[in-house]
């Protein structure tokens, strides 16, 4: 299975602030990666798809970039609904798989 | 718009089958793949496997001894069965519509906590 590792594990910062959350592959996933936000006791919802597509309804504060084992997801400006915990997915092989999380929390 | 509820049973005991149940209302069944994914806790996301509405399936190897999906068209719902569960297995479960591995619509997800 492809691990995703996700650093750091919790991220705390101030709205306006910027964020980088970082996904690293255990081996290439192409460009097949997304980005999902959490926050409690709802489903996650798509942000980004490969690597740097944002989904229907995402602001443009929020962009992904990278390819093979390296991506990144930048917030540009934290607004206070921003702070959730956010995973990364691919979908280059069998099984899917998710990353463990970075918790964004509010400095 | 398209929407999904999970259904089932809140409460299983060990070693028995959890059956959960994924309900398509809004749109149409056919012509995607449909997922179910799981998380502890706490803790983050499984994929456990999909479904086309042909019944053509992919399970996680973790699980595959012990899933089960089905779909039934007619009902606009798909299913999944997991067999002789564990503690292990107490966790939210979604499920998800799978237009190619990335999931954009999900299920509001639904608790099962296994336990005598």
């Known amino acids: 299975d492809i691990v995703l590792t996700q650093s750091p594990a919790t991220l705390s910062l101030s709205p306006g602030e910027g964020a980088t959350l970082s996904c690293r592959a255990s081996?290439?996933?192409?460009?097949?990666l997304a980005w999902y936000q959490q926050k409690p006791g709802q489903a996650p919802r798509l942000l980004i798809y490969?690597?740097?597509n944002r989904a229907t309804g995402i602001p443009a504060r929020f962009s992904g970039s990278g390819s093979g084992t390296d991506f990144t997801l930048t917030i540009s400006s934290l607004e206070p609904e921003d702070f959730a915990v956010y995973y990364c997915?691919?979908?280059?092989?069998?099984?899917?798989?998710f990353g463990q999380g970075t918790r964004l929390e509010i400095k | 718009q398209v929407q999904l509820q999970e259904s089932g049973p809140g409460l299983v005991k060990p070693s028995e089958t959890l059956s959960l149940t994924c309900t398509v209302s809004?749109?149409?069944?056919?012509?995607?793949?449909w997922s179910w994914i799981r998380q502890p806790a706490g803790k983050g996301l499984e994929w456990i496997g999909r479904?086309?509405?042909?019944?053509?399936?992919n399970y996680n190897p973790s699980l595959k001894s012990r899933v089960t999906m089905s779909v039934d068209t007619s009902k606009n719902q798909f299913s999944l069965k997991l067999s002789s569960v564990t503690a292990a297995d107490t966790a939210m479960y979604y499920c998800?519509?799978?237009?190619?591995?990335?999931?954009?619509?999900w299920g509001q997800g639904t608790l099962v906590t296994v336990s005598s």
């Open positions: 997915q691919q979908r280059n092989n069998w099984p899917l798989t």
């Open positions: 490969d690597a740097s």
């Open positions: 479904i086309y509405t042909t019944g053509s399936t």
């Open positions: 809004g749109g149409s069944i056919s012509s995607y793949y």
């Open positions: 998800a519509r799978d237009p190619g591995g990335t999931y954009s619509l």
């Open positions: 081996q290439s996933v192409s460009s097949y």
